[in-house]
């Protein structure tokens, strides 16, 4: 069965503090990693897809890395707008997310 | 605008009532998947959909029906025979069939509270 573990469960940073978020992933065959941002109350949003180990990509401040067993969000300078919980899934089964605050 | 629409927004229901949460979407996708979000435990798959007229249960089926008469609806019903039926309901479609793993896209959510 397809199991996705994200951590910290919580981060708090302070603006322009730069840290990582963490998707350690147990799969059968990789049909994709997926990342998604979650605003309070609504639908997750699509940020990032990775296929394959060594892939990354990158969107304003986020850069999604993947491993053979993980992946990683990287947040880079973030500002208090990139408040939002972040989901990882494989494809169809996510994980708990990280909720990601980030104090002015 | 391209995307799913889910109706109601909130809803309240009493104990030992049927309810239809409504999902719609114009995004000519094959697939289309209702999860519930519960906090602290992520979403989880209630259903999922391929083609019309064909459906398969995900993990928490139980207390659950769904519909997929058009490609474009797939209504979810939470039955009284769901225990726990008190959460936020997100209804999301993807292009393409089996095999294709494309990004979801979701809709707005329902939350349904049972009094």
């Known amino acids: 069965e397809d199991q996705v573990t994200q951590s910290p469960e919580a981060l708090r940073l302070q603006e322009g503090e730069s840290s990582s978020l963490n998707c350690s992933y147990t799969?059968?065959?990789?049909?994709?990693l997926f990342w998604y941002r979650q605003d309070p109350g609504k639908g997750p949003e699509f940020l990032f897809t990775?296929?394959?180990a060594g892939e990354e990509k990158e969107k304003e401040r986020l850069k999604a890395t993947l491993t053979k067993k993980e992946s990683f969000l990287h947040i880079t300078a973030p500002k208090p707008e990139d408040s939002a919980t972040y989901l990882c899934?494989?494809?169809?089964?996510f994980g708990t997310g990280t909720s990601l605050t980030v104090i002015p | 605008d391209g995307g799913i629409t889910q109706s109601p927004k909130y809803l309240f229901r009493k104990e030992g009532q049927n309810v239809t949460l409504s999902c719609e979407q114009n995004?000519?996708?094959?697939?289309m998947y209702w999860y519930r979000q519960d906090p602290g435990q992520g979403l989880r798959l209630i259903y999922y959909?391929?083609?019309?007229?064909?459906?398969q249960k995900g993990d928490i089926a139980e207390g659950y029906s769904v519909s997929r008469e058009k490609k474009e609806s797939f209504p979810l019903t939470v039955t009284s025979a769901q225990k726990n039926p008190t959460a936020f309901y997100l209804c999301?479609?993807?292009?393409?069939?089996?095999?294709?793993?494309?990004?979801?896209?979701f809709g707005e959510g329902s939350r349904l509270t049972v009094l």
């Open positions: 999301a479609s993807r292009m393409g069939v089996m095999g294709n793993t494309g990004e979801l896209f």
């Open positions: 799969v059968s065959g990789l049909r994709g």
């Open positions: 990775l296929y394959s």
């Open positions: 899934a494989v494809p169809n089964y």
């Open positions: 995004l000519n996708h094959d697939a």
């Open positions: 959909s391929q083609i019309v007229n064909d459906f």
